[in-house]
């Protein structure tokens, strides 16, 4: 038989495919129409009005400019109707994330990335919001009205937070998501993406951020839900195309599978016969192994269930040495956890940060998994993990003993007498307790007992009675301290200071935004200054007293000074600022916003003269 037939055969088949689907793309397009027709005669029926309705409460979130007993800058501003927009420029009755930009990220305090993290999660704050009413969503507006840009994805929830009774199953959908893009304007705007419909009513709604791209803070002012209380006419139309779809996929996989059978007639002469696995068991165990590395995690349990060969590659626990489960927050619960256990007992890297809320991991599932993954453990990010209570961290004490690194930022549930624990843990390096209910009794038991700490934040503590207390044990205590987060830490004074200074010398970062008990008069920035060389970041953010001694003695004294935040200071000149990056050549974050005598011709020269600094200048009340 000639070799010609086949391929003509193969030929014909494609072209009858290529029929079928046009045929069913145009049939397709006459629904689509129809649909539209549907959809807007169903938006003018009074059956199915519109429901309009802003938030009304902020249920959780990760992180706030603002401090926990106000108003300004903090995620509570979206509730309710807006107080600002349409109005542009930075506004205290606004929502506001505490960081933007990639400053953070080249702190000395920034954390290594985790391996195998998807590309297309990049969330790194959220906030969740409550609805009055459950609706069927048909859009989502957020007012932004600084520096927009931020949002990258937008979630419903079938749980209703105000309902008496636990839902049997919490489903999270994907209404809208998109990469990070830079906006180049910084004005407001009322941000309308086009949503997906999903099958079932909401009055939980999530906004994931990303303010990589951001020159500055971005500003939330308020989101409105847009609804029908009924299920539109359109989502059940919308199935039946999604079914047609599938249909289409079907038969084309098996069309697929006709040509490969083909394929296989004409290649099996020249290849001859090999091995049951092909060839690729004939490559050296470890070489299949850094192949496998690249693959997301879903795609490596996906891989695991096609040969024994690749299951055991698959299920190989040097494969989860590293396991970033943070991409999975939504579908994260015990029985994920359960499944994972035998593949995970060489973790060293651990990441369930917002994982497990709402009831999808119990105490009982985390402990089950620690008791058998927890003895390699180095690193556990645990932010946001709202299931966690004293018996957790009394688990991690007793099941991580190599553990050096821990985040605990914005669990805030965490009962204060649990933290008590973390002193047993004698090897940490770095602690993150932001916006935790850490109290003082038990932060100088995890001071005196944790020598070995170099990073340690403690930003929006509020349970701690006395920070002059808390400095002077880390300077007698944590010789080793390399960042020290005291963001609106509001009662350290100069004598805390002085205590932190003389006894942590290798200090590189410092954050002391917001301390409105530090006053330059004593000379407390002018000792920084002095005792610290290594400096590398410091902010002193929102602190009036800062002045040009203080400039003169950080130009003096820190050459190596990368980041400085003096925003709102009134004693700073435009000479002492150039002599200040005259003298540290590798300054390239400089936030002078709201500094009365700096003006728009102070900045404009300053970056003339200065190039690869960023110097941000916000004069809007």
């Not at 109707?81 to 506004?91: H, M, Q, R, T």
Request: charged fraction near 20%; include cysteine; hydrophobic fraction near 35%.
């Amino acid at each position: 038989m000639s070799p010609v037939f086949p391929m003509l055969t193969v030929l014909t088949m494609f072209y009858y495919i290529c029929l079928r689907r046009r045929a069913r793309t145009a049939a397709r397009g006459e629904m689509m129409n129809s649909h539209r027709t549907i959809e807007s005669n169903s938006r003018t029926s009074p059956l199915n009005a519109e429901v309009v309705q802003y938030a009304k409460e902020v249920v959780d979130f990760s992180s706030h400019y603002g401090s926990e007993n106000s108003m300004s800058y903090t995620m509570w501003n979206l509730a309710g109707e807006p107080n600002v927009f349409p109005s542009s420029g930075d506004f205290t009755q606004t929502a506001v994330f505490r960081t933007y930009g990639t400053w953070w990220d080249q702190c000395p305090s920034a954390s290594l990335p985790f391996k195998r993290t998807p590309p297309n999660f990049q969330s790194q704050d959220y906030v969740e919001l409550a609805f009055e009413q459950q609706v069927y969503p048909t859009a989502v507006h957020v007012l932004e009205t600084y520096h927009p840009g931020a949002v990258i994805r937008i979630l419903a929830c079938s749980a209703n937070p105000y309902s008496p009774i636990p839902p049997a199953e919490v489903r999270w959908e994907i209404l809208w998501s998109e990469k990070p893009t830079k906006v180049n304007a910084s004005q407001a705007r009322q941000f309308k993406p086009c949503i997906k419909q999903i099958n079932f009513p909401t009055n939980l709604i999530r906004l994931e951020v990303n303010s990589s791209l951001l020159d500055y803070y971005t500003e939330l002012d308020a989101v409105v839900l847009h609804g029908t209380k009924d299920k539109p006419v359109l989502s059940l139309k919308t199935s039946l195309i999604d079914m047609n779809d599938l249909e289409d996929d079907d038969y084309e996989e098996e069309d697929v599978c006709g040509m490969d059978s083909l394929n296989k007639k004409f290649s099996s002469t020249a290849l001859g016969e090999g091995p049951n696995n092909g060839y690729f068991d004939k490559l050296p165990y470890e070489l299949i192994q850094l192949i496998l590395n690249h693959l997301t995690l879903p795609d490596l349990c996906r891989l695991a269930q096609t040969c024994k060969l690749l299951n055991q590659h698959c299920c190989d626990p040097l494969q989860y040495t590293h396991l970033n489960l943070q991409p999975y927050w939504a579908k994260l619960n015990d029985t994920s956890l359960e499944f994972l256990q035998p593949r995970c007992t060489l973790v060293q890297w651990l990441n369930l940060s917002w994982t497990g809320n709402r009831g999808f991991i119990s105490v009982a599932g985390f402990s089950r998994f620690l008791k058998v993954c927890g003895s390699e453990l180095v690193r556990l990010e645990l932010s946001c993990s709202h299931f966690l209570n004293e018996t957790c961290l009394e688990i991690i004490s007793e099941m991580c003993p190599n553990l050096q690194d821990l985040n605990l930022s914005s669990c805030d549930k965490l009962p204060p007498q649990a933290f008590s624990h973390i002193a047993k843990l004698c090897g940490l390096r770095r602690l993150v307790l932001y916006r935790t209910k850490v109290e003082q009794t038990a932060l100088l038991s995890i001071l005196n007992f944790c020598s070995e700490l170099q990073h340690l934040s403690l930003g929006s503590c509020v349970m701690i009675e006395d920070y002059d207390v808390i400095a002077s044990m880390i300077g007698a205590k944590c010789k080793k301290l390399r960042t020290l987060d005291l963001w609106r830490c509001k009662n350290i004074t100069e004598n805390g200071i002085a205590e932190l200074a003389s006894g942590c010398p290798l200090l590189e970062e410092l954050d002391l935004g917001w301390c409105p008990t530090l006053q330059s008069s004593t000379g407390c920035f002018a000792r920084l200054a002095r005792q610290l060389p290594n400096l590398q970041k410091l902010f002193l953010t929102a602190n009036r007293s800062v002045c040009d001694t203080d400039i003169e003695e950080l130009a003096c004294n820190c050459s190596r000074l990368r980041q400085l935040d003096i925003l709102g200071t009134r004693m700073v000149s435009p000479a002492s600022l150039r002599k200040l990056l005259e003298s540290c050549k590798d300054l390239s974050l400089l936030d002078v916003s709201f500094c009365s005598q700096i003006d728009n011709r102070a900045v404009l020269e300053l970056n003339v003269s200065f190039p690869k600094v960023f110097i941000k200048k916000s004069f809007t009340q």
